[in-house]
């Protein structure tokens, strides 16, 4: 009679034979839950690649060469900043349900912006999906 039948049939065994049945028992376990991932692993590669629609190629952007140079020249107005203080105003204004006699605005400062340009681009694109 093997370990695991004295364990099923409730027999009285030894410590090492109990010890022996909950290695032999804890192994199969492992065994079956390695073979169950290796399993849902191929299941999902498969569904991968039958669900998964190819990728649309974007359309080629012509060449640096062939692109139209333009220049832009940053004018900067620092002296009349009144719409922009006007803009900022009647924002905040709005986000708190306000009028904007309630709201000074004593001081503008422009704030550097941390995030990295793939960030920027990702916001942008992510905007230009919806």
Known sequence: MSVLDKLKNGAEMTLGENLMASLQVTIMGVCIVFIAL???YFIIRIMEKLLNK??????????????????VDFIEETADDTELVAVITAAVAASLNTSTHNIIVKNIVRTNDPTPAWGRLGRIQQLNNM
């Not at 190819?54 to 220049?71: D, H, I, R, W």
């Open 38 to 40: 290796i399993m849902l």
């Open 54 to 71: 190819p990728v649309k190629t974007q359309e080629k952007l012509p060449k640096a060469e062939e692109q139209p140079k333009v220049e």
